[in-house]
């Protein structure tokens, strides 16, 4: 069966500094992989997808940038967090042919 | 008017009770549907897909399309403290990869 990490669960971090959260993904292959973010009372907003190696679409120009090195591994950005950048990460897998996002446990960040 | 439109609740319940969950949408291009179950601090979690309109069962729960309306519903039976959560419904046309969401329902059943 299929299965979706991603750590750390929770992050505090000041203004300024770098970011990097990593998502895995077990038990298939070339999945297309996505990040979100879901601020506080707010709906989910995409912010990354890649359907392969290298390949990266951005729905949301902002501070954040997108990798994706090997066929289950998605890495979510930052060189500079600001403090809107807080919120919960969801990253998600989908794949087979079919329309479903499968997401993994998410992130808590937080920028002081 | 946004693409999908799911009222945010809060929905509270007795135990026992029959729950409506709906979502309204605009793109009659949309054919496939989800819901998911998001609890506090956690990833969505899938509850049920169903492909273009009918009605599809799976225990307490029971999803329903119509597109002639533009309407989806998901139904809970015997709704139990443990269903509290927030429900968002999805839907894509097929072939775009990327479903629009619905911002969710947050559910309370009391005991």
């Known amino acids: 069966s299929q299965t979706i990490h991603q750590w750390p669960a929770t992050l505090v971090q000041p203004v300024g500094s770098p970011l990097s959260l990593e998502c895995t993904v077990e038990g298939t292959s070339n999945p297309n992989l996505y990040w979100y973010r879901q601020a506080a009372g707010r709906g989910l907003q995409l912010l990354f997808y890649s359907v392969g190696i290298g390949q990266i679409s951005s729905e949301v120009p902002q501070n954040l940038s997108a990798s994706r090195p090997q066929d289950r591994q998605f890495i979510l950005s930052s060189k500079k967090l600001l403090l809107s950048d807080s919120g919960f990460y969801l990253c998600?897998?989908?794949?087979?042919?079919?329309?479903?996002?499968?997401f993994g446990p998410g992130t808590r960040l937080l920028v002081l | 008017q946004k693409e999908v439109e799911q009222d945010p609740g809060p929905l509270s319940v007795p135990e026992g009770a029959i729950v409506s969950l709906n979502c309204t949408y605009s793109n009659s291009a949309f054919q496939y549907f989800m819901w998911y179950r998001q609890y506090s601090r956690k990833g969505p979690e899938l509850l049920m897909y169903?492909?273009?309109?009918g009605n599809k069962e799976d225990g307490r729960f029971t999803a329903q399309v119509d597109k002639s309306s533009k309407y989806i519903s998901l139904f809970i039976r015997d709704s139990q403290p443990s269903d509290s959560a927030t429900y968002l419904c999805?839907?894509?046309?097929?072939?775009?990869?990327?479903?629009?969401f619905g911002r969710g329902t947050s559910l309370i059943v009391h005991p």
């Open positions: 999805a839907m894509s046309s097929g072939g775009s990869y990327i479903p629009t």
């Open positions: 998600a897998w989908s794949g087979g042919g079919r329309e479903t996002q499968y």
């Open positions: 169903t492909y273009s309109s």
